[in-house]
């Protein structure tokens, strides 16, 4: 499964430290962020709560870029 997600970030350098953070979020098998469009790819790994998942995305994005937001909606 994979979703979309609308993000704030202030450039690019953030932008790269933020998918490194998705990527190694546990319950993603892949992310991808693209800066031009303020976009977050996710795929999720088969099973999981993705709403759940997005908790620790959220928070992992939070660890390495404190200006980061990720929307849910
Ligand atoms: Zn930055």
Redesign the pocket.
Known sequence: MKKTYRIE???????N?MEDAAKKTKGVKDASVNFMALKMKVEFEDGVDEKEVMQDVIKNCKVV?D?SVIYLD
């Not at 970030?9 to 932008?15: F, R, T």
Request: hydrophobic share 30%; aromatic share 0%.
């Open positions: 970030v202030d450039c690019a350098n953030c932008a430290k870029e200006d």
